[in-house]
C-alpha cells in the first residue's frame, strides 16, 4: 500500500494562492490515476481534480480556471496549484490514488486550506 503525505496547506487572504504537494512512499509512475479532493466542515468530501499518467486531467466545476494539477513520477509527487482561492475553498485537502475506474483507494492525512475573506 502506498504512503502519501501532503503538504503546502495554510491561511492565505482570498485571492491569494497555494501550492500543495503529495509525495508518494513509492513510485507513481505505474499509478494509473491520482486525485486531489477536499473536506469542509459537515461536508462530504469532494472531488477536486484528477490525473492520469497520460496527463488527462479532471476539474470540478468549482475549480476550473483556478486550480491546475500536475505529477513528476520521477519526484514520486503531485501537486496542486491553487490560484484566485475563495472563502469557500476552505477545506482539508488530501491526495489519494484512484483506480482505473476512478475511484480512490489510498489517502493521504489532508493538509488544511483556510482562506479568509
Known amino acids: 500500500q502506498v504512503q502519501l503525505v501532503e503538504s503546502g496547506g495554510g491561511l492565505v487572504q482570498a485571492g491569494g494562492s497555494l501550492r500543495l504537494s503529495c509525495t508518494a512512499s513509492r513510485s507513481i509512475s505505474s499509478i494509473s490515476n491520482m486525485g486531489w479532493y477536499r473536506q469542509a466542515p459537515t461536508k462530504q468530501r469532494e472531488l477536486v481534480a484528477s490525473?492520469?499518467?497520460?496527463?488527462?486531467?479532471n476539474y470540478a466545476d468549482s475549480v476550473k480556471g483556478r486550480f491546475t494539477i500536475s505529477r513528476d513520477n520521477a519526484q514520486n509527487t503531485v501537486y496542486l496549484q491553487m490560484n484566485s482561492l475563495k472563502p469557500e475553498d476552505t477545506a482539508v485537502y488530501y491526495c489519494s490514488v484512484m483506480d482505473v475506474l476512478g475511484f480512490p483507494t489510498s489517502w493521504g492525512r489532508g493538509t488544511q486550506v483556510t482562506v479568509s475573506s
Open positions: 490525473i492520469t499518467n497520460s496527463g488527462w486531467t
